[in-house]
Nanobody, 116 residues
Framework: QVQLVESGGGLVQAGGSLRLSCAASRPIVTFNAMAWYRQAPGKQRELVAQ???????RYSDSGMGRFTISRDNAINTLYLQMSSLKPEDTAVYYC??????????WGEGTQVTVSS
């Protein structure tokens, strides 16, 4: 069973930055893609950013230009660098991993709260 453990969330003022981390229990190079999702209260979970095994990235409109997804294969960790944070970025952020032929894997999430 794959475990994904997020960290780095917290309370930050609008305009501030945070870096989220997701530590995986197996080599992340074995995943076809990894991603960050978020879910705000009363809303559906939405994709924030994704990175493929080949390093290709894509971002939601809300994260484009402010968020950067990256990974360190040596330590099996996925990152999300968030800057210019807005109150509407407040949500629980989830790490996700996908591998063909397997189920999607999810972490338990880390809370990000942006105060105005």
């Amino acid at each position: 069973q794959v475990q994904l453990v997020e960290s780095g969330g917290g309370l930050v003022q609008a305009g501030g930055s945070l870096r989220l981390s997701c530590a995986a229990s197996r080599p992340i190079v074995t995943f076809n893609a990894m991603a960050w999702y978020r879910q705000a209260p009363g809303k559906q979970r939405e994709l924030v950013a994704q990175i493929s095994s080949g390093g290709r990235t894509r971002y939601s409109d809300s994260g484009m230009g402010r968020f950067t997804i990256s990974r360190d294969n040596a330590i099996n960790t996925l990152y999300l660098q968030m800057s210019s944070l807005k109150p509407e970025d407040t949500a629980v952020y989830y790490c996700n991993a996908f591998s063909i032929g397997e189920s999607y894997y999810w972490g338990e999430g880390t809370q990000v709260t942006v105060s105005s």
